[in-house]
């Protein structure tokens, strides 16, 4: 089976950790993010991988390579503008099957694919949406039904008046099985979108809905979906294959790793990282690789990525920490605040309320108590 993964966009609403790096292939946990969506596909019989690319197309491809590692064959095309959902399909269409899954590269799931291509084909749909339902409509675009699994109209982002003799609130999941005659809807060389300009056109002529109503599904493009995603993974909530690396008790550490203060996971420490006596960590925690935790720190609930170096008493919180960062002593970084890649932050300083901090910046000691 084949696949085509919408990943062009800059991923703006998560810096500062893609000011340097496209969302793709930012860490989550223990490795870039796309690779948990590779990993997913490939259990559901996808070998051969087409990665639409915009931004800094160049670093993905250097991160995930052919391919082969993971088990399936990865090829790039990179748009010369950007062209919407749509545009973005047509373009790669010489290199389409006729039979083929799209999918958005930001999500995090386990949504049972192999059983939305069955709906597909017994329903002989030219193309099928996966859909989640969700219990707050307000922020999303409504997909409606019909008995037989056929769509039969859409809503966006639909007040209370408008939910009338809805029975479940399913929302698209950006992931779609599609025939290739979908492809002579969408006009070439231009910017199209396939939820605006698509989809209302196949209402009645093939579109079908298949609902996984007990799939985790995230979408990660914010700071708290971040944070959220990465505890998901930590506490298995999502399917990944990092389950099989915690311990009973819910801790999973890397080569070389080792831990002299307190730790009550679930977490996950990466390679060579060292935890000073008298540091505490409370889970869900994630530390990459090469991280120093100073005696006397604190970090509950927050993900510290390569290389950062924590001072004695920092407290950390529902933050997150990109990799080498250095946090001096005493400086407190919570309430989901991001300290970008390279930052150094001085001793007592508070980042707090959402504060981001972008890659290189030099704070001195109590330059900011936010």
């Known amino acids: 089976m084949q696949a085509v993964i919408l990943v062009g966009g800059e991923g703006t609403r998560l810096r500062p950790l893609t000011s340097l790096h496209p969302k793709p292939v930012i860490p989550l946990v223990d490795r870039p993010f796309l690779v948990y969506m590779l990993e997913w596909l490939r259990g559901h019989g996808v070998d051969d991988v087409i990665l639409s690319c915009g931004f800094l197309p160049t670093k993905i ?25 749509a545009g973005a399909l047509k373009f790669a269409e010489d290199l389409l099957d006729d039979r083929f899954l799209m999918l958005n590269g930001d999500v995090l799931t386990d949504v049972d ?32 039904l019909d008995g037989a699994s056929a769509v039969r109209g859409f809503l966006e982002k639909p007040g209370p008046d408008e939910l009338e003799g ?7 999941a950006g992931i779609y099985v599609l025939e290739r005659s979908v492809l ?28 996984a ?11 708290e979906r971040y944070l959220q995603g990465s505890f998901d993974i930590v506490l298995g909530r999502v399917k990944t294959g990092l389950l099989g690396r915690l311990g009973d008790q819910g801790v999973a550490l890397g080569q070389d790793a080792v831990v002299d203060g307190f730790l009550r996971g679930p977490a996950v420490i990466g390679a060579r990282t060292r935890v000073d006596a008298g540091a505490h960590l409370e889970g869900p925690v994630v530390l990459g690789s090469d991280v120093h935790v100073a005696g006397g720190a604190r970090i509950e609930r927050s993900v510290v990525l390569d290389g950062a170096q924590v001072g004695e008493r920092c407290e950390l919180r529902d933050c997150i920490v990109a990799p080498r960062v250095t946090l001096g002593r005493g400086t407190v970084v919570h309430e989901q605040a991001m ?23 030099q704070l001195p000691d109590g330059a900011v108590t936010f």
């Open 61 to 85: 491809e250097a991160a995930l390579g052919d391919g082969s590692g993971l088990g399936l064959r990865l090829r790039y095309v990179v748009e010369p503008e950007p062209r919407g959902t």
């Open 113 to 144: 694919i192999t059983a939305q291509i069955a709906h597909h084909v017994e329903a002989g749909a030219v193309g099928t949406l996966g859909l989640v339902p969700v219990e707050d409509p307000s922020a999303y675009g409504l997909v409606l």
């Open 166 to 172: 809805v029975e479940e609130f399913l929302i698209s």
């Open 184 to 211: 002579d809807l969408i006009e070439p060389d231009r910017n199209v979108s396939i939820e605006r300009e698509v989809w209302p056109r196949l209402v009645g002529a093939g579109l079908h809905g298949h609902a």
């Open 213 to 223: 109503r007990d799939a985790y599904w995230l979408d990660i493009g914010t700071p």
């Open 339 to 361: 300290v970008g890649e390279g930052a150094a932050v001085g001793a007592d300083c508070v980042l707090a309320a959402g504060m981001k901090l972008f890659p290189g910046v």
